[in-house]
């Protein structure tokens, strides 16, 4: 079993910023990529950022030049800095991750995110 947890949502007014924290612990050594998801109210749940196993990042072009993920391998943890945020970026952010062995996919509480105008 893997445990993901997130932290650092808040209200914010637009242009400001938050760091998104996700912090994983349990059974992680088959656990490779980590994302950041997010789902806004009445909409679909939509992929933000991919940290693949080899280090690759990708942005959905929502974010790109605003939104960065990192990863401190030696904390287990993956980040999303986000910058320049728009009333469009609230949602409920959400870290996920799977073992690459079981397929098992693994999903964070979520934390709220607030862009106000």
């Known amino acids: 079993q893997v445990q993901l947890v997130e932290s650092g949502g808040g209200l914010v007014q637009a242009g400001g910023s938050l760091r998104l924290t996700c912090a994983a612990s349990g059974s992680i050594s088959n656990i490779n990529e980590m994302d950041w998801y997010r789902q806004a109210p009445g909409k679909q749940l939509e992929l933000v950022a991919t940290?693949?196993?080899?280090?690759?990042?990708i942005y959905a072009d929502s974010v790109k030049g605003r939104f960065t993920i990192s990863r401190d391998n030696a904390k287990n943890t993956v980040y999303l800095q986000m910058n320049s945020l728009k009333p469009e970026d609230t949602a409920v952010y959400y870290c996920?991750?799977?073992?690459?062995?079981?397929?098992?996919?693994?999903w964070g509480q979520g934390t709220q995110v607030t862009v106000s105008s």
């Open positions: 996920y991750s799977k073992d690459y062995i079981t397929r098992i996919e693994y």
């Open positions: 940290f693949n196993g080899g280090g690759i990042t």
